[in-house]
């Protein structure tokens, strides 16, 4: 069946250091891919998608390029900000409606 | 436009009692969703509905019922409550596409 697996966290980085949470997947087909993040105590909300191989999907600086080589969705931020500091979720969508969640990646930035 | 509410907010049960946990979407979608949040185990999916009069297994189904007589309205209800379904709850709905997709604040349960 579907999976995907993001790297642990803790990830604890000094602000406007470079961000990256690595995320591979695997799926039958073609799915879409998505990273979601929770702030605390609050519900997931979409951060960014990509529905196809070599789409790069971005927003507030953040951003991910679908790779089907590596089967990966890397997301990345140039310069992280303590407002960044949250929850985030890799994901897919592969066929029956449904989406196929990671473990999640906790994020603090610090002064 | 509400988006996606959730009732209630916060609930602490005993074993072995019932419940039934509310999610209400305004915005015509179809699809609708119940997940549970779990330390270091993410996002699990219970149930979901791909239309009203619908409803369809998720990854942990066992132990919670769902019904889905409105478009609308997306209930998860627990008959016989224990320890192991302490946990948060999410519910979300789906437009016609993914990108169309939110999630509602959660509702987190606790079984004594």
């Known amino acids: 069946g579907d999976s995907v697996t993001q790297m642990e966290g803790p990830v604890t980085l000094s602000e406007e250091a470079f961000l990256t949470i690595n995320c591979t997947y695997t799926a039958t087909g073609y799915p879409s891919l998505f990273w979601y993040v929770q702030y605390p105590g609050e519900g997931l909300q979409l951060l960014l998608k990509?529905?196809?191989?070599?789409d790069k999907g971005s927003n507030k600086g953040f951003e991910a390029t679908y790779r089907k080589e590596t089967t990966s969705f890397h997301l990345e931020k140039g310069s992280v900000q303590v407002s960044d500091s949250a929850v985030y979720f890799c994901?897919?969508?592969?066929?029956?409606?449904?989406?196929?969640f990671g473990t999640g990646t906790q994020l603090k930035v610090e002064l | 436009n509400a988006g996606v509410t959730q009732t209630p907010k916060f609930r602490v049960l005993k074993t072995g009692q019932s419940m039934t946990l509310l999610c209400a979407q305004d915005?015509?979608?179809?699809?609708m969703y119940w997940y549970r949040q779990d330390p270091g185990m993410g996002l699990r999916l219970i149930h979901y509905?791909?239309?009203?009069?619908?409803?369809a297994k998720g990854e942990v189904p066992d132990g919670y019922n769902v019904s889905r007589l409105k478009k609308q309205n997306f209930l998860l209800g627990l008959e016989s409550a224990a320890p192991s379904q302490t946990s948060v709850y999410f519910c979300?709905?789906?437009?016609?596409?993914?990108?169309?997709?939110?999630f509602g604040p959660g509702t987190r349960l606790t079984v004594l």
């Open positions: 915005m015509n979608h179809e699809y």
């Open positions: 990509a529905t196809k191989a070599d």
């Open positions: 994901a897919l969508a592969g066929g029956g409606n449904k989406l196929t």
């Open positions: 509905s791909v239309g009203e009069g619908t409803t």
């Open positions: 979300a709905s789906v437009g016609g596409r993914w990108d169309t997709q939110y």
